[in-house]
């Protein structure tokens, strides 16, 4: 609260400033008898700061001036132009008085002047609502909903043009949804009865028509018990078909809902029949008796885990070091650089998981095969990094034979390039992502990709 203090502070006199700005801008304007543009600066020194009492005083006085002119407009318009014109003159000057009304500036407006208005008004409300009722049945319905929408912008409750306006509005796509059930196109039906169900409480019987191509559409699954290619993927399947069957269940559409295992389960002898082939074609056969249009199967054919571990090794290197040393010839003190000999251990681990998938949707209500694909992906995740009981800035890499002699297969490699890399298995991750994590993560992608085509897979019945 006291850092936003100051903040506060500065934009109330921000505020004030500009109030006070536009206010001497608008007393020259006023002075000069520009009334039009000292109400509009008025205005905006008003609404900068609503305690100003000489801008709302003069507001008061020039505003009056702006509405009056915008109300003779109007008289003009009532008296020698059309109906229209007066209609929209007068809603702009009754626009200003709300305007200012909002700032506590109080304007004269007269009810003689409303009086001539609502004349006005019904008897143009009532020539759009003519044209309007005429297109309609012309069944003209985007110029009907055209007329019907300016009747609403200026008086709600004229007549019936709100229900005539849902007419306009809503029959063109009544009958589109229509024609496209005789087409058997429900999703595309289902799109339009939607629109019109979610604008209104219910056009005709649209409501009932939407839940008729929702049934008619919906891609209803039965996930059936994973297989496995090999003996040693058996105890994944369960893991597999959840993460996809989960997966499933979060698709944010009305169109793809799975059928449980306990639906599924309700067929004769359907726990004595292990062969996945004959799994499916029963599935088929007696589908119909569970709901479901589609049979999900699925087959894992690669199931690898690699559990990696820390495998340490140790390597030789050089201790780098500038050392004072005097010269025997001059008797004088120089640096000089001692490499000495030392040990230092790198690091290495890599955990590993695969995945790979086949699967099929097959429809139990028409003979085909909505689409068959494969998933295959892997994570991986490895360490390869550097420690060093000592300054490892100071490292520098190379080999040696003997750490407390010399020998002349002794080799130092100093130099930048050599170094860059030495130094930067220091700086590298200590830290691996578990085998769980790395499994779990590729569980929820293989599932996405087998969610994503079931939602590609956009049947119209």
């Given at each position: 609260?006291?850092?936003l203090?100051?903040?506060?502070?500065?934009?109330?006199?921000l505020?004030?400033?500009?109030?006070?700005?536009?206010?001497?801008?608008?007393?020259?304007?006023?002075?000069?008898?520009?009334?039009t543009?000292a109400?509009?600066?008025?205005y905006?020194?008003?609404?900068?700061?609503?305690?100003?009492?000489d801008?709302?005083l003069?507001?008061?006085?020039?505003g009056?001036?702006v509405l009056e002119?915008k109300v003779e407009?109007f008289?003009?318009?009532?008296n020698?132009?059309?109906?229209?014109?007066?209609?929209?003159a007068?809603?702009e000057?009754e626009?200003?008085?709300?305007?200012?009304?909002?700032?506590?500036v109080?304007l004269?407006?007269?009810e003689?002047?409303?009086?001539?208005y609502?004349?006005?008004?019904?008897?143009?409300l009532?020539?759009?609502?003519?044209?309007?009722m005429?297109?309609?049945?012309?069944?003209?319905f985007?110029?009907?909903?055209?007329?019907?929408s300016?009747?609403?912008?200026?008086?709600?409750?004229?007549?019936?043009?709100?229900?005539?306006?849902?007419?306009a509005?809503?029959?063109?796509i009544y009958r589109h949804?229509?024609?496209?059930i005789?087409s058997?196109?429900?999703?595309?039906?289902?799109?339009?009865?939607n629109?019109?169900?979610?604008g209104?409480k219910g056009?005709?019987?649209s409501?009932?028509?939407?839940?008729?191509?929702?049934?008619?559409?919906k891609?209803?699954?039965?996930?059936l018990?994973f297989s496995?290619?090999?003996?040693?993927?058996?105890?994944?399947?369960?893991?597999?078909?959840?993460s996809?069957?989960?997966?499933i269940?979060?698709?944010?559409?009305?169109?793809y809902?799975?059928?449980?295992d306990?639906?599924?389960?309700t067929?004769?002898?359907?726990?004595?029949?292990?062969?996945?082939s004959?799994a499916?074609?029963?599935a088929?056969?007696f589908?119909?008796?569970?709901e479901?249009?589609?049979?999900l199967?699925a087959?894992?054919d690669?199931?690898?885990k690699?559990?990696?571990?820390?495998?340490?090794k140790?390597?030789?290197?050089?201790?780098?070091?500038?050392v004072?040393?005097?010269n025997?010839e001059t008797e004088l003190?120089e640096?000089?650089v001692?490499y000495?000999?030392?040990r230092?251990y790198?690091?290495?681990?890599?955990n590993s998981?695969?995945i790979?998938l086949?699967?099929?949707?097959?429809?139990?209500?028409k003979?085909?095969k909505a689409?068959?694909?494969?998933?295959?992906?892997e994570?991986?995740?490895?360490?390869?990094?550097?420690?060093?009981?000592?300054?490892?800035?100071?490292?520098v890499a190379?080999?040696?034979?003997?750490i407390?002699?010399e020998?002349s297969t002794?080799?130092?490699?100093?130099?930048?390039?050599?170094?860059?890399q030495?130094?930067?298995?220091f700086?590298?991750?200590?830290?691996?992502?578990?085998?769980?994590?790395?499994?779990?993560?590729?569980l929820?992608?293989?599932?996405?990709?087998?969610s994503?085509?079931?939602?590609?897979y956009?049947?119209?019945?």
């Amino acid at each position: 609260m006291k850092q936003l203090l100051p903040i506060l502070i500065g934009l109330i006199l921000l505020s004030s400033c500009a109030s006070k700005r536009n206010y001497n801008k608008a007393q020259k304007f006023d002075e000069a008898g520009l009334y039009t543009d000292a109400a509009t600066l008025y205005y905006k020194s008003l609404k900068s700061n609503k305690n100003n009492i000489d801008a709302k005083l003069g507001l008061q006085r020039t505003g009056q001036l702006v509405l009056e002119d915008k109300v003779e407009v109007f008289q003009n318009q009532y008296n020698n132009g059309t109906a229209k014109d007066a209609v929209y003159a007068y809603r702009e000057a009754e626009s200003y008085y709300n305007q200012l009304s909002a700032l506590g500036v109080k304007l004269i407006l007269s009810e003689e002047q409303k009086e001539y208005y609502l004349e006005v008004k019904d008897k143009y409300l009532d020539i759009l609502y003519q044209h309007g009722m005429k297109a309609l049945n012309l069944e003209e319905f985007k110029n009907a909903e055209n007329q019907f929408s300016e009747i609403l912008s200026i008086d709600k409750n004229f007549k019936d043009v709100q229900s005539q306006w849902l007419t306009a509005k809503y029959e063109p796509i009544y009958r589109h949804g229509n024609e496209l059930i005789q087409s058997e196109q429900f999703r595309s039906a289902y799109a339009d009865f939607n629109t019109i169900n979610t604008g209104t409480k219910g056009y005709k019987n649209s409501i009932e028509l939407q839940n008729q191509c929702l049934d008619k559409a919906k891609v209803t699954v039965a996930v059936l018990p994973f297989s496995y290619k090999y003996r040693n993927y058996r105890n994944y399947t369960s893991t597999v078909k959840e993460s996809v069957v989960a997966e499933i269940s979060k698709i944010k559409s009305p169109f793809y809902q799975t059928v449980s295992d306990e639906a599924i389960q309700t067929l004769p002898d359907w726990t004595k029949t292990k062969d996945p082939s004959l799994a499916l074609k029963y599935a088929k056969q007696f589908g119909t008796n569970f709901e479901a249009k589609t049979i999900l199967s699925a087959r894992i054919d690669v199931y690898k885990k690699t559990q990696g571990q820390l495998q340490k090794k140790e390597k030789k290197g050089y201790l780098k070091q500038l050392v004072i040393v005097t010269n025997p010839e001059t008797e004088l003190k120089e640096e000089k650089v001692k490499y000495t000999k030392v040990r230092y251990y790198e690091y290495e681990q890599e955990n590993s998981v695969a995945i790979s998938l086949s699967y099929d949707l097959d429809r139990i209500d028409k003979d085909e095969k909505a689409f068959a694909d494969t998933y295959y992906g892997e994570k991986k995740d490895k360490v390869h990094y550097a420690k060093f009981d000592g300054d490892y800035k100071q490292l520098v890499a190379g080999t040696w034979k003997y750490i407390d002699k010399e020998s002349s297969t002794d080799q130092v490699y100093d130099s930048d390039e050599a170094n860059r890399q030495l130094r930067a298995l220091f700086k590298n991750k200590k830290d691996i992502q578990s085998l769980a994590s790395l499994e779990n993560n590729l569980l929820k992608e293989c599932a996405q990709h087998v969610s994503k085509n079931l939602t590609d897979y956009k049947p119209e019945n």
